[in-house]
């Protein structure tokens, strides 16, 4: 049986390194993850992987546990006599993390080692400037460079306006058009995938990245269903899955996700144009609220920036404040956002109550 090319999967110097760091181990990288049970691609093929008791009674939360497209130690190359045991995890050159569902302070790592994130939304009910400015501040803070891909064109009625609405949110990231129909603007994300080199695609439920994988592929190997009207269509995809391409380059798929709430996120990037703004502010540490002198709510007053944007500026921002604080430090931090510190909230209710007694 001819050897796989874990370089075409993926592997480079970085983890080849770390891996002659273990002594009698082999190389492998996971390629589905399914509750206890992993499938990792070794020299070999595709093996049933499982981890170690060691490697489990030390894990401190679910980040320290495999992901797909983590690269890891294991005992053996083929499971004719078991299933392969992963003895230890490779450090990740990239990730892409989210809060978990659920949980108040748990992340997830929805992927690792990744170098392009395909951002699928579709040109019609899904579409939505809001939800693609969260999904570009994860996949900014991801180390991976985001690609917005805008599926469906076929239901559009106006592509140029739309375009023109991601151009204002998606600054510094490339946007693609493609339709299941035809061939226009499939073949463009092609240049992305190259041997050796990792895509995740991520998105709702139903915007089509099933389709798109398929036809990177050139077979059906992931079902679709169909989307309906409202456009309630259902991914099919139950669990994380790494996909080799013929002409080498590796896919990830993700289950189609309703709700992303972050765990960390790159701002600066997302929203580097409320970042230069702020430089203008009279006060270096200025939150935007109600500060004298500040440039970004000038800018939004005269119409430079668009109050929906600012908004979500404030939420985005407003939630990493949030990240990992119980409700008493949650409910200390909006004291301090919306006063400044407990001295100026008591303050605030002193005036208040004299205010009331001239009444």
Not at 258 to 268: F, V
Request: with cysteine; proline share 3%; hydrophobic share 40%.
């Amino acid at each position: 049986m001819p050897k796989v090319d874990l370089y075409a999967v993926g592997l480079n110097h970085h983890f080849e390194q770390e891996a002659t760091l273990y002594e009698g181990l082999y190389i492998a990288r996971v390629a589905v993850q399914h509750k206890g049970l992993y499938k990792v691609v070794t020299e070999s093929g595709i093996i049933q992987a499982e981890i170690s008791g060691k490697l489990g009674f030390t894990a401190r939360d679910s980040f320290d546990y495999p992901v797909v497209g983590d690269w890891v130690m294991v005992d053996r190359v083929d499971d004719s006599a078991g299933n392969a045991i992963i003895q230890h995890l490779l450090r990740r050159q990239s990730f892409f993390v989210r809060k978990a569902a659920g949980t108040a302070h748990q992340s997830q790592v929805v992927a690792a080692n990744i170098d392009t994130v395909f951002i699928c939304m579709s040109l019609n009910n899904n579409f939505n400037l809001r939800r693609l400015e969260r999904y570009l501040s994860i996949a900014w803070d991801s180390m991976a460079t985001p690609v917005v891909i805008l599926t469906k064109s076929d239901l559009c009625d106006d592509i140029p306006a739309k375009l023109a609405e991601v151009y204002t949110v998606a600054l510094g990231a490339d946007v693609l058009v493609t339709t299941s129909l035809t061939d226009d603007g499939f073949t463009a994300l092609n240049r992305y995938i190259l041997p050796g080199k990792t895509v995740a695609f991520i998105g709702s439920s139903g915007v089509g990245k099933s389709t798109l994988i398929n036809r990177i592929v050139g077979e059906e190997i992931l079902a679709t269903n169909e989307v309906g009207g409202a456009d309630k269509g259902r991914h099919t995809t139950t669990s994380r899955q790494l996909i080799v391409v013929p002409n080498g380059g590796v896919v990830i798929d993700t289950p189609g996700m309703r709700e992303l709430q972050i765990e960390s996120a790159d701002l600066t990037k997302t929203f580097a144009d409320i970042g230069e703004l702020a430089q203008n502010c009279r006060f270096r540490d200025c939150r935007h609220l109600q500060e004298p002198g500040c440039a970004v709510r000038e800018a939004v007053e005269r119409g430079d920036i668009s109050p929906q944007r600012f908004s979500s500026y404030q939420k985005l921002q407003a939630e990493l404040d949030y990240t990992g604080l119980n409700s008493r430090q949650i409910e200390q931090e909006k004291i301090t956002r919306m006063f400044g510190g407990k001295g100026e909230l008591k303050q605030a209710r002193g005036f208040a109550k004299e205010k009331n007694k001239r009444r």
